[in-house]
């Protein structure tokens, strides 16, 4: 009896096929590189020099980890319920009206530690009540929540349009953006840290919000996995049936694990709009909800992954931009592509490699795979 897909060692289901993956994913790259006249072995040097060489290009690296790690373990919340939240965009874009309304009010007057714990209730609560209404439709009307969300990212984008460029605007500006927030609205920066080490840093965004992501994905794992309610959403995730039958609220769980998926992806927006810009502008996101889709897959929807993945897509990002800068003939656009690739094979194509993975393990230790228990089964 075949048994393709049985259980891997730990260190080879969660460190030796994703490191297969990557190495595919980039050797695929270089060839994409070397169609272009470049040589793919140099622009490696410098994709990963522009991210980890120089302490600059760390924090950098870093502060994109950061955003990416909140959409990742927004994406993964709501996957262990077997929700797909492609909603995390307009969740994230949208929390931006929160935190502009905290910050609008009170940078004048208080001071960054006591505006930031607000700004993170109000990203959270609008990112949340954002996610409700798809939540609230699959749950009691069965509309899908993968149609509703996609919808909700357009809305989400059409109101701060409307609000970037009208009542947020401030008279004097023709930038569709909020004024600039005052000292009490700033973020103070992190790369002390990295200049503990001896590195030096010119100017980098990274910011305390970095060890928000860090507590957040630590609760995180602390709710899916040893809370009751991580129970009852991975149960539903696993089998709907199994839970209903149960007696898991089918509306419960749906809704409160899509509000906890907004809460996580309306915290994302206090990386960029308050450590870096100090504004709320048009298209602060950038897509990193949707990265935050291949975060997610990539970290195999774990905390730990997630934030290994998300300074992986951070290295990409940073030292991407140095690639551009270095090798004109390898465009941003070829960066997407590379990025692409990642995901195409740590993502959608995680399992190609597994069935001859376990068949050397199986060769060598049939034990590790699980083949003598299946044997005693009579299976």
């Known amino acids: 009896m075949s048994t393709p897909y049985a259980k891997l060692p730990a260190w080879a289901d969660y460190g030796l096929i994703p490191l297969i993956n990557l190495s595919v994913a980039f050797i695929v790259a270089g060839f994409v590189v070397l169609l272009v006249g470049e040589n793919p072995f140099r622009a490696a040097v410098i994709l990963v020099e522009g991210a980890f060489g120089k302490g600059t290009g760390i924090a950098f690296t870093l502060f994109y980890a950061t955003t990416f790690i909140f959409t990742g373990l927004s994406v993964a919340v709501a996957a262990h319920c077997g929700l797909f939240n492609i909603g995390t965009e307009g969740q994230a874009y949208i929390a931006g009206l929160g935190i502009a309304i905290v910050c609008l009010s009170f940078d004048s007057t208080l001071p960054w530690w006591l505006t930031f714990p607000l700004a993170i209730v109000a990203a959270a609560v609008v990112g949340a009540l954002w996610a409700l209404i798809p939540a609230y439709l699959q749950a009691k009307r069965g509309s899908h929540i993968v149609i509703t969300t996609i919808m909700f990212n357009f809305i989400a984008a059409s109101i701060m349009v409307y609000l970037l460029v009208g009542p947020l605007k401030p008279a004097a500006s023709q930038a569709p953006q909020t004024r600039n927030f005052l000292p009490g609205a700033e973020l103070p920066k992190l790369n002390w840290i990295i200049e503990l080490f001896g590195a030096k840093i010119r100017s980098a965004p990274l910011n305390v919000t970095f060890l928000l992501a860090l507590v957040m994905a630590f609760l995180v794992w602390l709710l899916i ?16 049936k199994a839970a209903r039958y149960a007696g898991i609220s089918e ?8 509000m906890i998926s907004g809460a996580l992806a309306g915290m994302m927006a206090l990386n960029p709009v308050m450590g870096d810009q100090h504004n709320v502008a048009l298209d602060f996101v950038s897509g990193a909800g949707f990265v935050g889709i291949a975060v997610a897959l990539m970290g195999r929807l774990h905390p730990v992954g997630i934030v290994l993945a998300a300074i992986l897509f951070g290295m990409l990002y940073q030292g991407g931009a140095e690639l551009a800068f270095e090798m004109p003939a390898i465009s941003r656009d070829m960066i997407v592509i590379i990025q692409g690739l990642v995901i195409l094979f740590a993502g959608a194509l995680e399992h190609m490699f597994r069935p001859y993975i376990q068949a050397l393990f199986a060769s060598f230790s049939p034990r590790s ?5 299946v044997k005693g089964k009579g299976a």
């Open 225 to 240: 996995w040893r809370t009751k309610l991580g129970y009852e959403m991975r149960t539903y995730g696993h089998s709907p």
């Open 251 to 258: 509306t419960r769980i749906i809704i409160t694990a899509m």
């Open 369 to 373: 795979v699980g083949m003598e228990a």
